[in-house]
DNA sequence: GACTGTGAAGCCATTCACAGCT
DNA sequence: AGCTGTGAATGGCTTCACAGTC
């Protein structure tokens, strides 16, 4: 074997990376070399090169890369080859804007079922979705076999919500702002944390600040 | 002088602590050590001292952190001692969640304007703002002596508001969605990609199956 | 000549381990 | 005894530089 440790920001890089190439593709470009996609999305020639080897051989010496076949490995490795359904528990206003989110739909994620404990909302529409009580988690995620679960609701209220999508055989989780999850290992976890992001640039701009003082 | 380089994931890591701080001041605990910190957000003890050591020496030994101070001190170095006027350019979805996110209001970030192209949104009252039009961008910059705007709309359109933003004296973007900006050196551009979240997602769950099977 | 694939080097972040203080 | 602050060690990611291929 050989695959062994895949560094996060690589994975990060292969989703950016396939997204650029589509544009790419259907500007009808066949070709691409690594310093193009480099240029293309902010990063060095060689980091592409490096991210790409983790995976195999994909390019040709002295030409670049297919662009149709990159995308196509590219999103193997990611497992986007399928569509994922997705569970989205909270229908306030963040809920609301991600079952909208096109960004999710052209990359496969399709959200099966949209969940809140807040009665006035059970039965609302959300696009073509109606907004369902927790207790039909369960019967959702095992209909559609989903193993995503996206979770928008109070952060008081965070962690119950994971329990009841774990236990109800959800193995990957996405949740916003500063919450640490107690889940069983096999449960993937990531964050989204919107305050953190405003707050990595106010610190650049008074350290920037500062700094020229010294 | 002392402080150099900053990584990022430090800053990151600042925010988090922060949050923290205040729940367990709201709790009344006065002292807390750099164990109780690392549990509390899921890092290990010394990178809770290392991180606050880049800034200066805030502990006591034999005894750890008193909670206000910390929490003080934090958010100064974080330039979270003022509040921080911010302009939001796209009414949509996202934009129109993001008017509403408490997570702003909470660490003193205030949004002043809510602006967008479509004449359909314009005038459109979003929490007790009024959407405005494009050109209403810089004298609302000027007026509150905005440095940070938040980007959400199109992917096509990013750029252009970007370049306005800029223009009108804006020194820190939050954008959403795979972007590449062009923009002056001293502007600081932070992203946040809700699609490459969920792929890191299913690239764990295929590749967790894979290497089992190796 | 152009560009990939990759070992080696360099760089940066995290963890270790212990001296220093209370 | 308990816990911070920190130099040293480790580990991991990125860049370099070049051999290999077209």
């Known amino acids: 074997m050989k695959a062994l440790k895949i560094p996060e920001a690589t994975v990060q890089r292969l989703s950016i990376y396939s997204r650029f190439l589509e544009r790419l593709d259907k500007k009808?470009?066949?070709?691409?070399?690594?310093?193009?996609?480099?240029?293309?999305?902010?990063?060095?020639?060689?980091?592409?090169?490096?991210?790409?080897?983790?995976?195999g051989e994909f390019g040709t010496r002295g030409v670049g890369y297919n662009v149709k076949?990159?995308?196509?490995?590219?999103?193997?490795?990611?497992?986007?080859?399928?569509?994922?359904?997705?569970?989205?528990?909270?229908?306030?206003?963040?809920?609301?804007?991600?079952?909208a989110y096109k960004g999710f739909a052209?990359?496969?994620?399709?959200?099966?079922?949209?969940f809140d404990n807040d009665l006035l909302k059970i039965g609302k529409r959300i696009q073509d979705l109606e907004v369902m009580p927790l207790e039909k988690i369960p019967a959702v995620v095992a209909e559609h076999d989903v193993k995503i679960g996206i979770i928008a609701v109070p952060i008081g209220a965070v962690q119950n919500i994971a329990?009841?999508?774990?236990?109800?055989?959800?193995?990957?989780?996405?949740?916003?702002?500063?919450?640490?999850?107690?889940?069983?290992?096999?449960?993937?976890?990531?964050?989204?944390?919107?305050?953190?992001?405003?707050?990595?640039?106010?610190?650049?701009?008074?350290f920037r600040d500062l700094q020229s003082v010294l």
């Open 28 to 55: 009808g470009v066949i070709t691409v070399s690594s310093g193009e996609i480099a240029r293309g999305v902010g990063v060095s020639p060689a980091q592409v090169r490096k991210d790409l080897a983790y995976f």
């Open 163 to 206: 329990s009841i999508l774990v236990d109800a055989g959800v193995e990957a989780l996405l949740t916003f702002g500063p919450v640490v999850l107690d889940v069983p290992e096999h449960v993937v976890v990531r964050n989204v944390d919107l305050a953190v992001k405003l707050e990595i640039l106010t610190f650049n701009l008074v």
């Open 106 to 114: 052209d990359r496969g994620f399709k959200i099966v079922g949209v």
């Open 69 to 99: 076949d990159l995308i196509h490995y590219i999103l193997k490795i990611l497992g986007l080859t399928k569509s994922w359904p997705v569970v989205l528990v909270g229908a306030g206003n963040l809920g609301t804007a991600l079952t």
